[in-house]
């Protein structure tokens, strides 16, 4: 499967293309334009999608086959297709998009300082064990004097440098591949919530936008399910759509699962009582969207300190490794 388009090439794909359709311009002719003024992947895909419609492929149909966009996507672009308010929906996604982008980058900022601090550190850290510590070494060895156990094991790093440097890169590529599993980031506390919540605000949206234009609530879901990146979540759904083809509301099916609190299924009996289920939907992903925002807030918040503790007991395994044998030396003289 192709990479899809990142946040940003999607908020100015989707944004841009809209505007032409609004200006009067074909959907053909938009394509062409936009693949002529786009660089690299995306403008050969582009181009490959206007040859596909010129063959009588539908919009959404030629981006799904070029892996431009999510599954769940592309299915608000087939039904915008069929409804013919393409130009609209393609705003809504853009909207979407962008506020997913909005929050990337609050985190991405908030990771900068903490990041580059610890790097500098790693290389102070390093520094002081491979070229100033061994200075030490070698004076204390000429008084055979006995080592503290902290020092003896800061001596120990360079001699297993590999080890350590491997068990760095080991422990980042399991961190890296961990934190990109969405049901893995849900188990960790305050990232979890944040998840949760996004996960929840990007299903909320998109089922509003399906319901709105006539789809079934049970199929609306199901063509959600398979664009999941949440194993866990994904069987969730599928036991809650059991329970509401046996019979059960729409309100009582999604209580009886935590992940949907009480606000959600609030809004959900709301809309299934009023008629306005589409319109409560998207009411709940709105609320999701700004707990998930407040929550990325919170946690950016935590970073420094934690960064800060870091590089402080790194600096103090340096220090007290250098200290304690002197001051074990005077106290033996004295």
């Given at each position: 499967m192709r990479r899809s388009l990142s946040l940003l090439e999607s908020v100015l794909f989707c944004k841009q293309l809209a505007s032409l359709l609004k200006a009067g311009i074909q959907l053909n002719s938009a394509l062409k334009f936009l693949s002529s003024q786009s660089k690299g992947r995306l403008k050969e895909d582009l181009k490959v999608v206007s040859s596909q419609l010129e063959q009588g492929i539908s919009f959404a149909d030629a981006i799904y086959s070029r892996g431009l966009f999510s599954k769940e996507i592309v299915n608000m672009f087939k039904i915008a297709e069929k409804n013919a308010f393409l130009d609209e929906t393609l705003i809504r996604i853009s909207d979407l998009f962008e506020r997913?982008?909005?929050?990337?980058?609050?985190?991405?900022?908030?990771?900068?300082?903490?990041?580059?601090?610890?790097?500098?550190?790693?290389?102070?850290?390093?520094?002081?064990?491979?070229?100033?510590?061994?200075?030490?070494?070698?004076?204390?060895?000429?008084?055979?004097?006995?080592?503290?156990?902290?020092t003896r094991f800061a001596m120990l790093i360079p001699s297993y440098?590999?080890?350590?440097?491997?068990?760095?890169?080991?422990?980042?590529?399991?961190?890296?591949?961990?934190?990109?599993?969405?049901?893995f980031c849900m188990k960790i506390p305050i990232i979890g919530k944040i998840k949760a919540n996004s996960l929840m605000s990007d299903f909320c949206y998109t089922l509003s936008y399906q319901l709105k234009n006539g789809v079934s609530f049970v199929i609306a879901v199901n063509s959600l399910i398979d664009g999941l990146d949440s194993g866990q979540f994904k069987m969730r759904l599928v036991v809650i759509i059991e329970k509401?083809?046996?019979?059960?509301?729409?309100?009582?099916?999604?209580?009886?699962?935590?992940?949907?609190?009480?606000?959600?299924?609030?809004?959900?009996?709301?809309?299934?009582?009023s008629g306005k289920l589409g319109e409560m939907l998207w009411e709940a992903g709105e609320s999701f969207?700004?707990?998930?925002?407040?929550?990325?807030?919170?946690?950016?918040?935590?970073?420094?300190?934690?960064?800060?503790?870091?590089?402080?007991?790194?600096?103090?395994?340096?220090?007290?490794?250098?200290?304690l044998p002197l001051f074990s030396m005077v106290n033996s003289l004295l």
């Amino acid at each position: 499967m192709r990479r899809s388009l990142s946040l940003l090439e999607s908020v100015l794909f989707c944004k841009q293309l809209a505007s032409l359709l609004k200006a009067g311009i074909q959907l053909n002719s938009a394509l062409k334009f936009l693949s002529s003024q786009s660089k690299g992947r995306l403008k050969e895909d582009l181009k490959v999608v206007s040859s596909q419609l010129e063959q009588g492929i539908s919009f959404a149909d030629a981006i799904y086959s070029r892996g431009l966009f999510s599954k769940e996507i592309v299915n608000m672009f087939k039904i915008a297709e069929k409804n013919a308010f393409l130009d609209e929906t393609l705003i809504r996604i853009s909207d979407l998009f962008e506020r997913k982008y909005k929050l990337y980058q609050t985190l991405k900022k908030s990771l900068v300082y903490p990041c580059v601090v610890l790097i500098a550190s790693l290389f102070s850290f390093f520094g002081m064990i491979f070229f100033v510590l061994p200075t030490y070494s070698d004076l204390f060895s000429d008084f055979n004097f006995h080592l503290p156990i902290i020092t003896r094991f800061a001596m120990l790093i360079p001699s297993y440098s590999w080890l350590f440097l491997c068990l760095l890169f080991t422990l980042f590529l399991v961190a890296y591949k961990s934190f990109r599993n969405a049901d893995f980031c849900m188990k960790i506390p305050i990232i979890g919530k944040i998840k949760a919540n996004s996960l929840m605000s990007d299903f909320c949206y998109t089922l509003s936008y399906q319901l709105k234009n006539g789809v079934s609530f049970v199929i609306a879901v199901n063509s959600l399910i398979d664009g999941l990146d949440s194993g866990q979540f994904k069987m969730r759904l599928v036991v809650i759509i059991e329970k509401i083809k046996k019979g059960s509301s729409l309100s009582s099916a999604f209580s009886s699962d935590k992940l949907f609190d009480g606000l959600f299924t609030q809004l959900v009996a709301v809309g299934e009582e009023s008629g306005k289920l589409g319109e409560m939907l998207w009411e709940a992903g709105e609320s999701f969207a700004q707990e998930a925002e407040y929550g990325l807030k919170n946690f950016t918040s935590y970073i420094e300190p934690v960064a800060t503790l870091f590089v402080g007991g790194m600096v103090a395994f340096v220090a007290l490794s250098m200290i304690l044998p002197l001051f074990s030396m005077v106290n033996s003289l004295l």
